[in-house]
């Protein structure tokens, strides 16, 4: 998520904001207000398998006599699938989100035109991009265009403000309301940079 956030910095997340998850499964807690956009929030990337505890054991006790080298039921997904990261909403339910040099326009549900994430959003903050290298068309990824997709109801398309290298939306598409797990509330270390993100 550079440039918003660097490398060691503390922030405090919150899961009560949308609802916390329910040990054990997916349901939630009733949260204090849904996402939205500009927001920054803690998301599982898609294509985490839900493992029972006896499946979740076992590979444990497999991983650690292996030195970390086998999981049991391991597939070819991809290697980023069912870690945790840092993510900007720009999408929600219904919305059509396109990319022009790095920057999400977004046509919210029932209007007509495309508006900048920094307009609709209100918040401030810098994006990560950088020249294409010799050769590199639009289409490509890592361009920093995309073509316009509707986000499916019940789910957020979410991006990296790193946009030449992030790994997001552009991607993996938009994701369930069930992967967003918390939302960033403030930065409080390094104390030069306390506050709140993106204010």
Known sequence: MT???QERERLFASPLAYGARLPGGKSRLPGFSA???GDVVVAELPYAEARSWPVRIADSVVRFFTG????PGSSRRPEWAGQIGLFRIVGLPGDTVRMTDHIC???PAGKEAFVSEFELSGKRYELGRQS???GWFSDLPFSGFMKAVTVPEGHYFIVTDNRFSGIDSRY???VAADAILQRIVF???PPARFGVPGS
């Open 172 to 174: 993996f598409g938009p």
């Open 68 to 71: 970390q080298r086998v999981t």
């Open 3 to 5: 440039p918003s956030f």
């Open 105 to 107: 326009y977004v046509q």
């Open 132 to 134: 294409l290298p010799e």
């Open 187 to 189: 930065r409080y270390w």
């Open 35 to 37: 996402p939205s956009r």
